[in-house]
């Protein structure tokens, strides 16, 4: 086994960048919306005047009663962006979240590539909505690599299974769906599994294999574990602190490595990969890494683990561009 540490690093794309950052802010593109929100992980100084900042479409901010967006006139409830790939609708929330996590595209990426090397070794060369151009979608097209879409629809088509837990609005659902798997999307919310289906519709994926569940992840695991059903890959990101949907109460310090424990009942006999995200728990990722050794010594295979970023805006070549941090990633692959 090696392990390797990596930081990986999203940048600016036609519909999303990374304007500035700093004093616990970020400043950030969605579309032609800018939006500032607090960013407890944004220590160094901003490098734009207040005056730019100010230029905002809209802004976040918290009191005692909670948290609050002031959008200016003419910004709509929700706008479309394109973005790794896939499209996604825009929502600011009272939670400051967008429903655009940008960091996880490279896992997006990652996630396509392990998938469709799998279907192609498993006997099928289609995928869903990628062209050969990785992330290019060709969801209008009848046919995919010279395979028709009614094929790619079939149960035969999709031999992978993917578990997908804390799925929230769908992007690492939709990566593995467009490359080929069948995806169990789990979330508590109801609204984030709409959102996530939405996104789903514009991306073209409305007819991929999904099954979008609202559940309580431990529960729906320890169903699956009852049921004898087995996945080929699992992906989760869990928060820190949240709630099921009646009310089952979960914190990371106390749930987590028994869902995890629970998640390996649940893995086939020859897995391909288990993925965990992590932002606001305070972990590190050697920490996810630890969870995962144990797949190493069952299945073999490598661990990498690292930092997931997003690269700031920066019109100075010469100067090096400032990197945001935006969570942890551990994830355990087959060889």
């Known amino acids: 086994m090696s392990k390797i540490s990596q930081i990986l690093s999203v940048k600016s794309s036609s519909d ?26 944004a220590l160094w100084a901003k490098k734009l005047s207040v005056a730019e900042w100010k230029k905002s479409d809209g802004y976040f901010s918290r009191d005692e009663s909670g948290g609050k967006w002031a959008l200016k006139s003419g ?3 929700k706008w479309e962006v394109s973005f790794g790939g896939l499209k996604f609708w825009i929502k600011p929330t009272a939670f400051k ?5 940008p960091e996880q595209e490279v896992n ?8 469709a090397k799998a279907v192609k070794e498993r006997g099928f060369e289609g995928h869903f909505g990628l062209s050969e151009g990785e992330g290019e979608l060709a969801a209008t097209s009848p046919e995919v690599d010279g395979v028709s879409r009614e094929t790619l629809l079939s149960e035969t ?49 409305k007819d991929a ?14 169903r699956e574990i009852k049921r004898g059903r087995k996945y080929d890959a699992i992906i989760m990101d869990p928060p820190a602190f949240g709630h099921g949907p009646t009310n089952e109460l979960w914190k990371i310090e106390e749930n987590f490595l028994p869902l995890v424990e629970n998640c390996m009942k649940l893995l086939s006999d020859k897995p391909l990969f288990f993925l965990i995200n992590g ?24 661990i990498e683990v690292g930092e997931l970023t997003i690269e700031e805006e920066n019109d100075k070549e010469e100067l090096q561009a400032r990197l945001l941090p935006a969570g942890i990633f551990a994830r355990w692959f087959a060889k």
């Open 75 to 77: 910004v709509p409830a």
């Open 209 to 222: 294999p999904i099954r979008w569940i609202i559940e309580d992840a431990r529960l729906f695991v320890e």
């Open 97 to 101: 979240h967008t429903g655009l996590f």
């Open 157 to 205: 088509a999709f031999n992978i299974e993917v578990l997908n837990l804390f799925g929230y609005t769908g992007g690492a659902t939709l990566a593995c769906a467009q490359a080929g798997a069948k995806v169990v999307h789990i979330d508590s919310s109801k609204a984030a599994v709409t959102w996530a289906r939405e996104n789903a519709e514009i991306s073209g994926l």
């Open 108 to 115: 997006w990426g990652w996630l396509r590539r392990t998938i």
């Open 16 to 41: 999303y960048s990374l304007i500035d950052s700093g004093d616990g802010e970020k400043l950030e593109r969605f579309g032609k919306v800018v939006l500032s929100r607090p960013d407890p992980q």
């Open 279 to 302: 932002y606001s728990a305070g972990y590190s990722a050697v920490a996810y890494e630890n969870v995962l050794l144990s797949l190493v010594e069952k299945y073999g295979g490598e």
